[in-house]
């Protein structure tokens, strides 16, 4: 029983460790350019997720264990097959040209996709990432009709529920592709499948849509995370994919560039929009359209935002400016609001 509640803690460790957000902590940046691995080992997925695991080992949670890479040994054979005589074996020269063009076709910003690919697994990848694509689009599209001032009061709403519910279903399909359904229909196994994907941003993401989706109130400033995760999706995709199109390159890398630059300005952005909603749906309490459920679900999902991995970053960073503002305030003007504080901060912290 010990062994398996180990290796329960380690496959829990391994997924938080997996659903961290990489492109958000500075730390990795710096990590990252100080590995030093050869040029078409870098270019891999797999070489890429072991860094990343000993990355979070190293300054997130040192009690995760890191297997060995399992690439060492395809490593060491291409190092053999390169220091072989050129004129003893022809086919590895050609071998050797191929894993060039694989290396360069995926790390280059101007080269397609590498024709040396599985064509077992291609297809079906290039269809989950266009289907992602679509429907991310398809919310950014919308998501800026619902805001726009001139947008007729009508069409706006409804814009504004479709762009929810497209995120929801985009989200609720990334989870589907990453961890699957749960093994069983039963209350263990669910609460097994719920605890290795709540920490992922993907769940929260879905869990924030269905709260305003099922809500009355319509808070157009709730798009703006909304807009910054699919905008960053789609830059991504454009520019691993069209990055030969002449149409591409006069309109869209500027932007896209811009984008995969400034994923961290985009992340804190976000942040900073989800602490504001929590204190306008506060605020709504003295509205007509009040909802007391809504408030008291939202702030629970704060919380695990500010304890997830994926999300802790931008939002501790953005409450500690919070608080470096306000306490004094309170401290001066408004000492008797100490208590009830304490209070919250108590729940928040437990």
């Not at 990590?31 to 997130?60: G, T």
């Not at 749960?182 to 709260?211: G, H, M």
């Not at 007509?288 to 999300?311: D, E, F, G, S, V």
């Amino acid at each position: 029983m010990g062994g398996e509640d180990g290796e329960n803690q380690q496959n829990l460790r391994r997924i938080a460790a997996e659903a961290y957000d990489y492109e958000s902590d500075l730390r990795w940046a710096e990590y990252w350019s100080n590995v030093l691995i050869p040029p078409h080992m870098a270019s891999r997925d797999n070489v890429v997720d072991h860094f990343k695991l000993k990355f979070y080992q190293r300054y997130i949670d040192p009690e995760l264990i890191v297997e060995p890479m399992g690439g060492n040994s395809a490593a060491s054979s291409s190092a053999n097959t390169s220091n072989r005589p050129r004129s003893s074996s022809p086919p590895d020269s050609s071998s050797s040209s191929s894993t060039r063009q694989r290396s360069t076709g995926s790390s280059g910003r101007t080269q397609g996709a590498s024709p040396t690919s599985p064509a077992s697994s291609a297809p079906l990848q290039w269809d989950q990432r266009t289907i992602q694509f679509s429907v991310n689009a398809w919310v950014f599209f919308v998501g800026i009709l619902a805001i726009l001032p001139l947008t007729p009061a009508n069409l706006s709403n409804r814009a504004y529920r479709l762009s929810l519910l497209g995120t929801s279903c985009s989200s609720l399909y990334s989870l589907y592709l990453l961890y699957g359904k749960p093994r069983e229909w039963n209350l263990q196994a669910l609460q097994i499948w719920l605890q290795s994907v709540a920490v992922t941003k993907d769940f929260i993401y879905s869990i924030y849509c269905i709260t305003f989706v099922t809500s009355n109130l319509c808070l157009k400033f709730a798009l703006i995370p909304i807009l910054c995760r699919a905008v960053e999706h789609v830059a991504k995709f454009l520019r691993r994919n069209f990055s030969r199109s002449n149409l591409y390159r006069k309109y869209l890398e500027e932007a896209c560039v811009w984008v995969e630059s400034n994923t961290t300005t985009l992340s804190i952005l976000s942040s900073q929009a989800e602490i504001g909603i929590g204190f306008l749906l506060i605020i709504s309490l003295f509205s007509w359209q009040r909802n007391i459920l809504q408030p008291l679900m939202y702030w629970q999902l704060l919380k695990l935002m500010y304890n997830a991995p994926a999300t802790a970053g931008c939002h501790q960073s953005t409450w500690a400016n919070i608080n470096r503002l306000v306490n004094p305030l309170i401290q001066r003007y408004a000492p008797f609001l100490n208590s009830p504080i304490s209070i919250v901060q108590r729940w928040w912290f437990r």
